[in-house]
């Protein structure tokens, strides 16, 4: 069983910057893919960014791409998520998830099968 505990999120004016980190324990981390979702008020959750075990490989959703950076830091155990130039549209809750069972990135969220409790993100024009 993986736990996962998100870190970061708060409030900032467009334009500017946040890191969100993602805590993970409980299996080796460095064996199984990582991703974010977001989900804004009223509308369903929806893919961010996703990276491999390794870190070799990810994916990202076309309205954060040249915005947005995933990485992972296997010795900490931690998953990030450095989002800059932020518009308003990208107020909503962010989650990380793991794709426990594979060490490939996925942008399906039903391939994710544990899930960090969010943390929020407003961002004001």
């Known amino acids: 069983q993986v736990q996962l505990v998100e870190s970061g999120g708060g409030l900032v004016q467009a334009g500017g910057s946040l890191r969100l980190s993602c805590a993970a324990s409980?299996?080796?981390?460095?064996?199984?893919?990582m991703g974010w979702f977001r989900q804004a008020p009223g509308k369903e959750r929806k893919f961010v960014a996703a990276?491999?075990?390794?870190?070799?490989?990810?994916n990202y959703v076309d309205s954060v791409k040249g915005r947005f950076t995933i990485s992972r830091d296997s010795a900490k155990n931690t998953v990030y998520l450095q989002m800059n130039s932020l518009k308003p549209e990208d107020t909503a809750v962010y989650y990380c998830?793991?794709?426990?069972?594979?060490?490939?990135?996925?942008?399906?969220?039903?391939?994710?099968?544990?899930w960090g409790q969010g943390t929020q993100v407003t961002v004001s024009s």
């Open positions: 409980g299996r080796t981390f460095s064996s199984y893919a």
């Open positions: 990276i491999s075990w390794s870190g070799g490989s990810t």
């Open positions: 998830a793991a794709r426990t069972y594979s060490r490939s990135p996925s942008t399906s969220l039903t391939d994710y099968d544990c």
